[in-house]
């Protein structure tokens, strides 16, 4: 149990675009969803928190401009890069955490994103 | 504010030996939850160990256990019988119990299981 399916796994974009990352929990409710930054050999940057039906709390120095979040529903939240640009590139990750229990947050599988 | 160290970047074993990563962090609250991750070359987030901290008893999970002092602030994760498959990144991560209820991650180790 506790799957969280993050798609897509890769994906190319060009300068400019945008891009929608999504994260979906596949057997739980998830209350509350966590996005991550991560660069190369460093640790997980905690970018926003998202809970269902309100908006997310951004962490310090994060554009909620540039990084929509959505959490519609108990089980999918979508991670937008708007106007995307090569220093955007990077590993994101989502997780997620099960409604009343606190056993640890389950991760998606990420997403590599490359600007072009 | 909550903080979590991890001093030692990179680390080897051999094949069967046991190694410890250390983790010590810092905070005024009184009730919180520590956990240690794994992350392998494919990228994915794995649970490894989860220590509440009003436990005194130290978590174990297999091959995996903790050596949590709460007094000292330190949470180290002890690897026995080490297997190929543990090389990976490993993180150490602080939860309050209160607010948001987000990680606070430590740099991480890279561990190598040598054969």
């Known amino acids: 149990g506790a799957v969280v399916s993050q798609h897509p796994s890769r994906v190319i974009c060009k300068s400019g675009t945008s891009v929608k990352i999504e994260c979906r929990s596949l057997d739980f409710q998830a209350t509350t969803m966590f996005w991550y930054r991560q660069f190369p050999k460093q640790s997980l940057m905690l970018m926003a928190t998202?809970?269902?039906?309100?908006?997310?709390?951004?962490e310090q120095g994060v554009e909620k401009d540039k990084f929509l979040i959505n959490h519609a529903s108990l089980t999918l939240s979508t991670l937008t890069v708007t106007s995307a640009h090569p220093e955007d590139s990077s590993f994101y990750i989502c997780?997620?955490?099960?409604?009343?229990?606190?056993?640890?947050?389950?991760f998606g599988s990420g997403t590599r994103l490359t600007v072009v | 504010a909550q903080t979590v160290t991890q001093s030692q970047p990179e680390m080897s074993v051999q094949e069967a030996e046991t190694v410890t990563l250390s983790c010590t962090y810092d905070?005024?609250?009184?009730?919180?939850?520590l956990f240690w991750y794994k992350q392998p070359p494919s990228r994915q987030m794995i649970l490894v160990i989860r220590?509440?901290?009003?436990?005194?008893q130290n978590a174990t999970e297999n091959r995996f256990s903790v050596n949590f002092q709460k007094a000292a602030k330190s949470f180290s994760l002890k690897i026995s019988d080490s297997q190929l498959g543990d090389t990976a990144m490993y993180f150490c991560?602080?939860?309050?119990?209160?607010?948001?209820?987000?990680?606070?991650f430590g740099t991480g180790t890279r561990l190598k299981v040598l054969a």
């Open positions: 905070t005024s609250e009184s009730n919180y939850y």
């Open positions: 998202s809970n269902e039906g309100s908006k997310a709390t951004y």
């Open positions: 220590q509440e901290a009003y436990k005194q």
């Open positions: 997780s997620a955490s099960r409604r009343g229990t606190n056993y640890g947050y389950t």
């Open positions: 991560a602080f939860q309050t119990t209160s607010g948001t209820y987000k990680y606070i």
